[in-house]
């Protein structure tokens, strides 16, 4: 944590919220009108199963609380699932207290809810467990209304930077949000997407407010920007940066923390007795680059360990880390300071090398006209090679040397210097760097099903990804993840088994799978003949981008190509009576081919997906979604076999 973010939980935090300071409707339930009991529908939501008739957020920041009041009415069957309220909170940032909810029947009558909240794990990573209180509305029924209320209380350390979210899940008929900011330190606020007719927050009397009526519900769809970018919302940012205008906010945030890594970094003659143990005098600087890096993802990383109480700490005798010295001493640190460490080295060997703070894709897009340096939420190291840049972060567990992880990848960042830095974009990986391979050898029984070996090749982001993914499971989870790796490629059910053990634990390019497989009939009869479809892996595009239009724009998470090879034996005494032709469709940014061949009684198959651009416009979606037309249509075309039996009855 900041000092900056300390200092202000310190200075901001006052103990327990007192009860008589609380909102008049944090006690009290708002009066239930006629209309909203007897609505059946709402013509500005056709078709929803529950709307938002109001919701409410007021926050003080000076006593670290935040009240919440939301009223849903259930209009349809489908509805009913909202009597099902999950409340979710950051474990150790902040608690949910001072629940109370109730059901209004459609003849206004009312069942308090009695229960006690329990508490649902939903992510455990990197030391943020991301939890949710849940209730469960009693006695809930179309026509129905359910409303709850509950305390944010925020702890002592908690990051006062915070956030108003208009769009949500449902339709919202009328919403008001509010904030006490703190006198400390300066806020400003930011908004995107406000809806029709809804005035851009006010601060009045110390008050910022804002009133919004008839929100459309936020509409989620399958490869879609995060939907932080997306939601009608307005922002909040602390900082003693009084800089309004972003050149200038950003020279200033840029030298504060370049001064911060600077102090973290500057050991120079511990970094060149370290590098001296790695590398050779002989060797290149692309070489030098290599051993470091390869070294320093030895370091043991705690970001990816469950996090440890300070008794245990005490008792594992790990001691502080305050600069690279310590990590390389101790050996273990967390993953933003073995990315610093890697800086130190590069420097140490002689090569030109440059901190960078960058913003994960994954969660929001950055711009740095928002001013907000907490948005910065990342590492990276550029290094001057060979007259490029190139950009590292060995502090990201498995990621190979010259890669990023796919979140750091096409993204803004600070190059940090003493004059405040400069703006530099990472680079966007190429769709051949990250690929799905599969090579099946498979023979074809007389009762039309396949079996055989599969080799599948994950390289690239594609083996990070699934690296990343699997890393605290054990070894029969991870057997368990990589069979349904296949089950989920083929549209038809399946028996696999991984017959090898995949290498987890190291940084190499790709990952491996060798599977024993059978596709239980996977000819079908049509007559006297048997027909095999062309596309054995096609289940992942078999309903992708199937709707008709589209609201949001197209987002990839890295460019990726998928390449199959099959060879089927087919029985001795079977005919191949006709094949597709192969095809080949290719456009700008994605590519599908394929391509049948027979060779004395084996056929042989080849695909090749490839989509090579991470962002399309809406307008776009039309065109793509006709090009996965036509390869579900290419994957559905078959091969026209004749059995053997058939071809004596001729």
Not at 60 to 86: C, P, S, W
Not at 159 to 183: G, Y
Not at 595 to 611: A, C, D, F, P, Q
Request: proline fraction near 6%; hydrophobic fraction near 35%.
């Amino acid at each position: 944590m900041s000092s900056r973010r300390a200092f202000l939980s310190l200075v901001f935090y006052v103990g327990a919220f007192a009860l008589t300071s609380r909102p008049v409707f944090a006690d009290e339930w708002q009066p239930i009108t006629p209309a909203e009991l007897s609505m059946t529908r709402l013509a500005e939501a056709p078709g929803a199963p529950a709307v938002y008739l109001y919701r409410q957020v007021d926050r003080d920041d000076v006593k670290n609380v935040e009240y919440n009041y939301l009223r849903i009415k259930i209009l349809t069957e489908d509805g009913r699932k909202f009597a099902d309220v999950e409340i979710p909170f950051f474990k150790g940032r902040e608690d949910i207290h001072g629940i109370k909810a109730r059901t209004i029947r459609p003849d206004g009558s009312v069942v308090n809810f009695e229960g006690k909240p329990f508490e649902k794990m939903i992510v455990k990573a990197k030391n943020v467990k991301y939890l949710a209180k849940m209730v469960t509305l009693p006695d809930v029924q179309v026509g129905s209304i359910i409303e709850y209320r509950y305390v944010r209380q925020l702890q002592e350390h908690y990051v006062f930077d915070s956030q108003w979210i208009l769009s949500e899940e449902l339709f919202t008929r009328q919403a008001k949000f509010s904030l006490k900011p703190s006198t400390y330190f300066p806020v400003r606020w930011t908004w995107q997407g406000l809806p029709s007719g809804t005035q851009a927050p006010k601060n009045e009397a110390g008050l910022v407010q804002l009133q919004t009526n008839n929100v459309p519900a936020f509409q989620t769809e399958d490869y879609m920007p995060p939907a932080n970018e997306l939601k009608s919302r307005v922002d909040f940012v602390y900082s003693e940066n009084d800089e309004i205008q972003p050149e200038k906010f950003w020279k200033k945030e840029g030298k504060k923390q370049n001064e911060r890594v600077e102090s973290f970094v500057g050991k120079r003659k511990a970094m060149e007795q370290a590098v001296a143990q790695i590398v050779s005098p002989g060797d290149t600087p692309e070489v030098k680059l290599q051993k470091i890096y390869a070294r320093v993802q030895q370091i043991r990383n705690t970001g990816y360990e469950v996090e440890k109480t300070e008794q245990e700490k005490k008792r594992d005798k790990e001691k502080n880390i305050n600069n690279v010295e310590d990590v390389w001493k101790n050996g273990h640190a967390t993953g933003r300071e073995i990315t610093w460490l890697f800086l130190a080295l590069a420097r140490a060997a002689g090569l030109e090398a440059y901190p960078v703070l960058v913003s994960r894709r994954s969660e929001y897009f950055f711009h740095p006209n928002s001013m907000d340096p907490n948005r910065l939420n990342d590492n990276v190291v550029l290094v001057k090679l060979n007259g490029k840049d190139s950009f590292y972060d060995p502090g990201t567990a498995f990621t190979p040397f010259g890669m990023l992880p796919w979140q750091e990848t096409s993204v803004h960042g600070l190059r940090l210097d003493k004059d405040g830095g400069s703006w530099v974009d990472t680079y966007v990986p190429d769709s051949t760097t990250s690929r799905i391979s599969r090579k099946a050898d498979l023979k074809l029984t007389s009762e039309g099903s396949l079996e055989g070996k599969l080799t599948v090749t994950f390289s690239g982001l594609e083996a990070l990804k699934r690296r990343l993914e699997e890393r605290n499971e054990d070894e029969a989870s991870r057997k368990i993840f990589m069979e349904n790796q296949v089950r989920e490629s083929i549209p038809t059910g399946i028996e696999v088994e991984l017959t090898n053990k995949p290498d987890w634990t190291s940084s190499a390019v790709t990952l491996v799978g060798e599977f024993d497989l059978k596709v239980p009939g996977w000819a079908s009869a049509a007559g006297h003949r048997a027909l095999i479809p062309v596309g054995l892996f096609g289940a992942p595009e078999k309903h992708v981008f199937e709707h008709a239009s589209r609201v949001h724009p197209i987002y990839f998470e890295f460019p990726a190509t998928s390449d199959d090879d099959v060879s089927i034996q087919l029985p001795l005494d079977w005919k191949v009576n006709s094949m597709p032709a192969g095809r080949t469709d290719e456009g700008r940014v994605c590519a599908y081919n394929t391509k049948v061949e027979n060779n004395n009684g084996t056929l042989h198959l080849s695909r090749r997906l490839m989509i090579d651009t991470i962002t399309l416009e809406t307008k776009y979606y039309l065109a793509l979604r006709k090009f996965f037309q036509v390869v579900r249509t290419g994957d559905e075309q078959q091969i026209v076999l004749q059995p053997g039996s058939a071809a004596a009855a001729n």
